[in-house]
């Protein structure tokens, strides 16, 4: 009972924010203004369909096809987190997760596509087709821990395990954020509301579950993911939850290169990198991403500015439109900045050749920022190829347009250059070049290669030969 009374004070009730668009808000009204039907045996309420509409159609196959047959061999099974809190807000949700009170053994057993990984948070992958359904056990506090292989903290506090399994009611209150923490069992459409978590929702809020500074302190990763889902859903974070936000910034350098890799995808590839960026350089935690990125955009020079802007604008465009987007280009283009400037001082201080200057200045730009977040060797050599290509891009004499053309990264590397141009680079129209150059006949290629000025910049500069001063011989 006192563990229950704990974990029910773990959610506020009271909340502040904006509220939401007029259309979701007759949504929530309807089930808000019901008398919340009935007392579940946890600490939840439960909503029947009349008072949540989710609409099951919107779920995935796979994950119903998971809840099902978790249920079937009598374990209880829900949807939860992004998923639930989507569906709520009228969005498509971006992938299903299931929580259940089988164990990661039990989970694998069941389905034949099941892996469990993780060490530091174990959990089951099913796999169905290209999708991925994330199945976790209900844990429970890490202070329940009975031994270093269910909980493991730093002496920063930061846990390094969390496996200490429990109930469902244990699970929604080790979860983040109050509106992740809702769980909907289509078997019976229900809806288990925990603590504050509707409530937030609908005022359009980020609230931290329990103490704010502690849950950021064990696991720091939770500052980002405040922030992604205040800029992704267009929510406010509630002031004690945002306080330490901009206070702790620091924790983030206790995270794992790794580990800060995903969350940097997670950021920049959810359709707000836009709204993203800025909250990040607001609150003071870009600069434990993107350290050198951050310098520079300080700096306040305009095209590193624009470039990076445009290069968000541009990822959130093409997520809307559907449109593939990889990694490698958002990260050659927030390190371009840091690179463009360490080029220039090798090439005029040291009197590098371009091409040499470029090699040094990315690998040591490169090596800067693999001390913050890792690279995988499959988008680290795709960006080192976009900017080599850069150098190539003006050289068009002769046949080298067309080798150019039939590089595997040509793509990528022009819409960078086309991002140059924009940001404010002049490059006396080679964006321009390249984009005739690409639907031209072959005669009209031709022309234009004719035409095209020799481009002499990937040249080292001629060192000047002093000439002996005549006085010299005079004087001899
Ligand atoms: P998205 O739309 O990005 O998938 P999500 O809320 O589903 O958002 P996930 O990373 O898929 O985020 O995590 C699923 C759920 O697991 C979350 O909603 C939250 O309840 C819980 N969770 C994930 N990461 C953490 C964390 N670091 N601390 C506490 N709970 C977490
Ligand atoms: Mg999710």
Not at 9 to 15: G, K, N
Not at 310 to 321: G, L, S
Request: with cysteine.
């Amino acid at each position: 009972m006192a563990r229950a009374c704990a974990r029910l004070a773990a959610f506020p009730q009271a909340v502040n924010g904006p509220a939401l668009p007029f259309c979701m808000l007759n949504k929530f009204k309807r089930f808000l203004s019901k008398p919340l039907s009935k007392k579940g045996d946890g600490d939840y309420i439960a909503l029947g369909p009349s008072e949540h509409h989710i609409d099951d159609a919107l779920i995935s196959r796979g994950a119903l096809q998971v809840i099902e047959t978790l249920q079937s061999a009598s374990f209880e099974a829900y949807l939860v987190g992004g998923g639930v809190r989507d569906l709520l807000l009228d969005g498509k949700p971006k992938d299903f997760d299931v929580a259940t009170s089988a164990t990661p053994e039990e989970v694998k057993k069941l389905f034949r596509s099941a892996r469990i990984i993780g060490r530091r948070f174990r959990i089951v992958h099913v796999r169905f087709g290209r999708e991925i359904i994330e199945v976790t056990t209900f844990r429970s506090s890490h202070t329940e821990a009975a031994n270093d292989n269910e909980a493991q903290q730093t002496e920063e506090g930061v846990l390094l395990r969390d496996n200490v399994y429990g109930d469902i009611a244990s699970d929604a209150a080790r979860r983040d954020f109050t509106v992740n923490a809702l769980y909907y069992n289509p078997a019976k459409s229900e809806l288990l509301n925990f603590g504050s978590s509707l409530d937030d929702l609908r005022k359009r809020c980020i609230r931290v579950i329990g103490d704010p500074e502690t849950r950021y302190k064990e696991d720091p990763v939770r500052l980002l993911r405040a922030v992604r889902f205040a800029a992704k859903l267009g929510f406010s974070i509630e002031p004690a939850s945002e306080k330490p936000i901009r206070e702790h910034a620091d924790y983030l350098s206790h995270i794992p290169a790794a580990r800060l890799f995903e969350e940097v995808l997670k950021l920049f590839t959810n359709g707000s990198a836009t709204a993203t960026l800025a909250s990040l350089r607001d609150y003071g935690l870009l600069a434990y991403l993107f350290p050198s990125l951050d310098y520079c955009l300080n700096r306040g020079n305009e095209t590193d500015n624009k470039l990076v802007s445009h290069a968000c604008a541009n990822t959130d465009k093409r997520i809307r439109q559907g449109k593939r987007i990889t990694p490698a280009f958002i990260y050659a283009a927030f390190l371009w900045p840091a690179l463009r400037a360490s080029m220039r001082t090798k090439v005029s201080d040291q009197n590098m050749a371009t091409h040499e200057a470029m090699q040094q200045a990315a690998q040591d730009v490169v090596s800067q920022q693999l001390q913050h977040t890792a690279i995988p060797k499959r988008f680290l050599i795709p960006m080192r190829e976009i900017w080599a290509l850069q150098l190539r891009l003006p050289r068009r004499d002769k046949r080298r347009a067309y080798v150019t053309l039939e590089h595997p990264r040509f793509r990528a590397a022009y819409d960078f250059l086309l991002l140059r141009e924009q940001a404010g680079e002049d490059l006396d129209g080679l964006g321009m070049w390249w984009t005739r150059f690409q639907n031209a006949s072959e005669p009209e290629q031709q022309e234009l290669i004719a035409n095209a000025k020799r481009d002499k910049s990937s040249r080292p500069p001629r060192r000047r030969r002093r000439r002996k001063p005549k006085h010299d011989s005079e004087d001899a």
